[in-house]
């Protein structure tokens, strides 16, 4: 997919965000090859049915969407163990400037696609999470309001071995008074080490005049697990992509996604998984619901090479549509390369019982009421898999918003 170019973005803009920051020559440099990439980059590729590409990434102005010097965020950290470190990159070079150097960009290529690029070259908001061998923390959290036109966000995860972790971040629009479309971007590294436990949580609420594009990815050395939990509700346009590269033996992994689209919000959801080693287990979730003319579009991808020797990967995707209007599309796939494989792989699209909804009704239940109990029990199976409390609870609130 071609690119535009930004006419305002330039070589002296990423080296002020640099100096600005106080950044060391590498990660200056990191920036430099990430924009000079942007000349030949393409977008993320989309699913295309026969006359139709379903999501129209071409369409986003990035001239008027990109302000990279006006980037403002609330952000708010915290970790309920001293043994972790949660920071600010720009506060935990200093201590931590080796770590991230070796991992920046080790587990994401800054130039795997034109976004990518983008986001590495201008992000100015972000977190360094470094969890030491052995330790077990549980409460981390990452609470973030944009209050700009634009806002470019990464954060790198280190997780030693025998370490384990649960992360949750959660982005909304603040009270900023911006006017017209934005755009955000969240990139996302974990390099899970051996025996090491990562649960990353991420809620994006942002309003309606939001296109959003996130990208998280986990490798994982032997024994070591990520589960992702990605729960999508807001933005006009939603562009989400969860990817593990299973490179240890026995390493595991989940992706819980969850989404609800209202007016014409529409969401390309793509969950991955890279199975390279023996003995390796994913199991890929995903249920969605969407009213009026919202659409979603679908994609996930189990893919086993010939070494990975006794591999187990599942993966269900189903969607609810509560409006004939609204729209729906599934492309799930298998790509094995070695017989030694338990896999599945399913996707449904449907609307609301019509029999469970007479029945309900026919208990005296209205049908509004009726539908809505549906329409949650439709989630449980999900909101079963997301083993953090306060995570379950956040998505269970929106939902019901969402239903009201």
């Known amino acids: 997919m071609s690119t535009q170019a930004i006419e305002s973005l330039s070589e002296d803009t990423v080296r002020r965000i640099a100096d ?20 030949t980059a393409e977008l993320p590729d989309v699913i295309q049915t026969p006359g139709r590409r379903w999501t129209d990434l071409e369409a986003l102005d990035f001239e008027s969407l990109v302000d990279p010097l006006n980037q403002s965020d609330a952000t708010e950290r915290t970790a309920g163990d001293d043994e972790v470190v949660i920071l600010p990159f720009t506060e935990a070079f200093e201590e931590y400037g080796d770590i991230i150097e070796a991992n920046f960009g080790s587990v994401l290529d800054p130039e795997h696609n034109y976004l990518t690029a983008l986001s590495v070259a201008l992000f100015t908001t972000g977190t360094f999470v470094y969890v030491p061998e052995g330790v077990d923390v549980e409460d981390v959290t990452v609470r973030a309001e944009m209050n700009s036109r634009s806002l470019f966000s990464q954060t790198l995860v280190v997780a030693e071995e025998s370490s384990s972790v649960t992360i949750l971040e959660s982005i909304e629009s603040g009270d900023d008074g911006v006017d017209g479309d934005r755009y955000f971007s969240n990139l996302v590294e974990i390099a899970a080490g051996e025996n090491a436990n990562v649960q990353f949580g991420s809620l994006q609420n942002l309003d309606d005049e939001s296109y959003t594009y996130s990208l998280k990815r986990a490798v994982t050395d032997a024994y070591a697990t990520v589960d992702w939990i990605e729960s999508n509700f807001g933005s006009k346009l939603t562009r989400s992509d969860v990817e593990t590269e299973l490179n240890g033996d026995g390493s595991e992994s989940q992706i819980v996604g969850t989404f609800f689209g209202t007016d014409d919000q529409h969401f390309d959801i793509n969950a991955r998984v890279w199975h390279q080693a023996e003995h390796t287990t994913a199991d890929l979730v995903t249920r969605g619901v969407l009213d009026d003319v919202a659409r979603s579009v679908y994609e996930g991808v189990q893919d086993v090479g010939n070494d990975a020797w006794n591999t187990s990967s599942y993966q269900r995707e189903n969607t609810l549509m509560l409006s004939d209007d609204a729209e729906a599309d599934a492309s799930p796939k298998l790509i094995i390369h070695n017989h030694d494989t338990e896999a599945s792989h399913s996707a449904t699209v449907g609307q609301v019982d019509a029999e469970d909804l007479f029945y309900l009704q026919s208990r005296t239940i209205d049908s509004l009421t009726a539908r809505n109990m549906l329409v949650e029990g439709f989630f449980v199976p999900v909101l079963e898999e997301i083993a953090v409390d306060e995570f379950r609870d956040d998505v269970e609130e929106l939902v019901f918003e969402r239903l009201q």
């Open 20 to 39: 600005e920051r106080d950044e060391p020559e590498w990660l200056l440099e990191t920036r430099l090859n990430a924009l000079s990439a942007l000349e």
